[in-house]
């Protein structure tokens, strides 16, 4: 299974500014995910990050309010822009494994903002 | 939209015993139907999943089963331990990518010793 690093693990935010999270994976993989899981509740996906081409978002999630980059097949970053206290989640990077086979995730980054 | 149901949305049983987790969804595309067990602070584990062109899968004791017609696919645990308590979450794919999953809300599983 490919292993998923998340950075930062934890971060609390002021309203207001932007924090960008880091995900890297331990081998190259075509397809990587952003998903939010606000507290207490289950997974949404954000939007999927494709290498070379913009990201492809969900209903209800906007490039402007999360920004994405992807700019090789094993590293990714989701910003989370202008920050709110209703963007406190834990914010998680999925990836496909190389076989395109299975589906895993990264621990997370769990956000507070105040 | 798509959609996947879970229940329950907890579960208490005794150590030893089995333990049983149902999801349905609602698009007929989906192919791809991965469970994950999350632990509190950790992220979502792959714990077993299962395509649409095979009815049960079983690894040790975690069982799935898939009713393709009826839309519906099950978690099974048996001779549960303290160890498995935690949060369980079934998902099914949309959009041909397994990455592309729409969760349950999840299933709360705990195992009293």
């Known amino acids: 299974s490919a292993v998923i690093s998340q950075k930062p693990s934890r971060d609390i935010c002021q309203r207001g500014t932007s924090l960008t999270i880091q995900c890297q994976v331990d081998?190259?993989?075509?397809?990587m995910f952003w998903y939010r899981q606000q507290p207490g509740q289950s997974l949404t996906l954000i939007a999927t990050?494709?290498?070379?081409?913009?990201?492809?978002?969900e209903s209800g999630f906007v490039i402007d309010k999360f920004p994405i980059s992807r700019p090789n097949l094993t590293f990714s970053t989701l910003t989370v822009s202008n920050m709110s206290p209703e963007d406190s989640s834990i914010y998680l990077c999925?990836?496909?494994?190389?076989?395109?086979?299975?589906?895993?995730f990264g621990q997370g980054t769990r956000l507070t903002v105040v | 939209g798509e959609n996947v149901e879970q229940h329950p949305s907890t579960l208490s049983v005794q150590e030893g015993d089995s333990a049983v987790i149902k999801c349905t969804y609602s698009?007929?595309?989906?192919?791809?139907f991965p469970w994950y067990k999350q632990e509190l602070g950790k992220g979502p584990q792959l714990i077993i999943d299962?395509?649409?062109?095979?009815g049960e899968k079983k690894d040790q004791r975690i069982a799935v089963t898939l009713n393709k017609t009826a839309k519906h696919f099950s978690l099974h645990i048996t001779e549960t331990q303290p160890e498995d308590s935690a949060v369980y979450f079934c998902?099914?794919?949309?959009?041909?990518?397994?990455?592309?999953?729409?969760f349950g809300k999840g299933t709360k599983l705990s195992v009293k010793p």
């Open positions: 999925s990836v496909e494994d190389s076989l395109d086979t299975e589906a895993f």
């Open positions: 081998s190259q993989v075509t397809m």
């Open positions: 990050a494709n290498q070379g081409s913009e990201a492809t978002y």
């Open positions: 698009d007929s595309a989906s192919n791809y």
């Open positions: 299962i395509r649409s062109n095979v």
């Open positions: 998902a099914a794919s949309y959009g041909g990518s397994q990455g592309n999953l729409i």
